[in-house]
């Protein structure tokens, strides 16, 4: 299984850009959500969604949006790219109604704001 | 609100030594989750455990045990006999049942350990 997919690995940016970071996942989980980490903050949760249809904001939203229109896929964008976006952004997935609760994250995506 | 507390945030230790990690929490939920996870230099994520709230039972995993207690909200993690392949930086984080298992995480412990 390829578990938890984001595309792309590194990207670069001027302000004002937007971009859409993409997370797919193969194992049928239905939750899914996005953090970005920096230095010192450890992770922080952006947006989250418990399943097709519905999503819901988490610690930071501001500047970014999400859709899940499917089960696999949960994409992140960022409508107009700022420096204070600079870091690495993480996707993970879990599953919900098993009340596990553990994520399972992608490899991470860096990205860089000019 | 839910609310992770890791208040040591660079820990160096000498191999061998037993090392612990401070994690407290806020919720308030009754039903709750409480999970460690590692993210070694090469940055992935790893999960290494989790603990509901109905469970005060403490757990021993080889050299890491967890200690958690709901008297003082936290859930502690120990290392015993630390080697340099432990060095990487930790995080505690919650999840609540009411928030759809939304989780959330502490600001991390950064763990060296020299040979």
């Known amino acids: 299984n390829a578990g938890v997919t984001q595309t792309p690995k590194f990207q670069v940016l001027k302000t004002g850009q937007s971009m859409t970071l993409q997370c797919a996942q193969d194992m049928n989980h239905e939750y899914m959500s996005w953090y970005r980490q920096d230095p010192g903050m450890g992770l922080r949760l952006i947006h989250y969604s418990v399943g097709a249809g519905i999503t819901d904001q988490g610690e930071v939203p501001n500047g970014y949006n999400v859709s899940r229109s499917t089960t696999e896929d949960f994409p992140l964008r960022l409508l107009s790219a700022a420096p204070s976006q600079t870091s690495v952004y993480f996707c993970?997935?879990?599953?919900?109604?098993?009340?596990?609760?553990?994520?399972?994250f992608g490899e991470g995506s860096r990205l860089t704001v000019l | 609100a839910q609310k992770v507390t890791q208040a040591q945030t660079e820990i160096s230790v000498v191999e061998k030594e037993d090392v612990t990690l401070d994690c407290v929490y806020e919720?308030?939920?009754?039903?709750?989750?409480l999970f460690w996870y590692k993210q070694p230099p090469s940055g992935e994520l790893v999960f290494l455990i989790r603990?509901?709230?109905?469970?005060?039972q403490n757990e021993i995993s080889g050299r890491y045990s967890w200690n958690f207690q709901k008297s003082t909200s936290s859930f502690n993690f120990t290392i015993t006999a630390s080697q340099v392949v432990d060095s990487a930086v930790y995080f505690c984080?919650?999840?609540?049942?009411?928030?759809?298992?939304?989780?959330?995480f502490g600001a991390g412990t950064r763990l060296f350990v020299k040979a």
């Open positions: 919720t308030r939920d009754t039903t709750y989750y």
């Open positions: 603990r509901n709230s109905f469970d005060e």
């Open positions: 984080a919650l999840s609540e049942i009411t928030g759809g298992f939304k989780t959330i």
């Open positions: 993970a997935s879990s599953y919900r109604t098993s009340g596990t609760g553990e994520l399972f």
